[in-house]
């Protein structure tokens, strides 16, 4: 089995920074792409950003200029950089890893994290 461990959630004043860890661990033999996704309260889950094995990024046109996505593919890993936050911006953050090949497995399959956090206010 995979698990994703997510790190980084808070409260932070409007304006302010924070950082999302993501880190997956188990049987695992690659991960075609990895993201992050949010759901504000009363709103579905939507894509945040995301990036592949090869740097290729997407982002939601809410967040591009404020967030950055990277990745450290030897660890496993996912960060999050989110600056100039704003109340729109408070939800429950997910990280996803998407076509993840195993050990165990000879398909690849999508693993979530359990989220974490995220409330801009003053």
């Known amino acids: 089995q995979v698990q994703l461990v997510e790190s980084g959630g808070g409260l932070v004043q409007p304006g302010g920074s924070l950082r999302l860890s993501c880190a997956a661990s188990?049987?695992?033999?690659?991960?075609?792409?990895m993201g992050w996704y949010r759901r504000a309260p009363g709103k579905q889950r939507e894509l945040v950003a995301v990036?592949?094995?090869?740097?290729?990024?997407n982002y939601s046109d809410s967040v591009k200029g404020r967030f950055t996505i990277s990745r450290d593919n030897a660890k496993n890993t996912v960060y999050l950089q989110m600056n100039s936050l704003n109340a729109a911006d408070t939800a429950v953050y997910y990280c996803?890893?998407?076509?993840?090949?195993?050990?165990?497995?000879?398909?690849?399959?999508?693993?979530w994290g359990q989220g974490t956090q995220v409330t801009v206010s003053s």
């Open positions: 996803n890893a998407d076509r993840t090949y195993t050990s165990h497995t000879s398909y690849p399959q999508a693993y």
């Open positions: 188990g049987s695992i033999i690659s991960i075609y792409a």
């Open positions: 990036i592949t094995s090869s740097g290729s990024i």
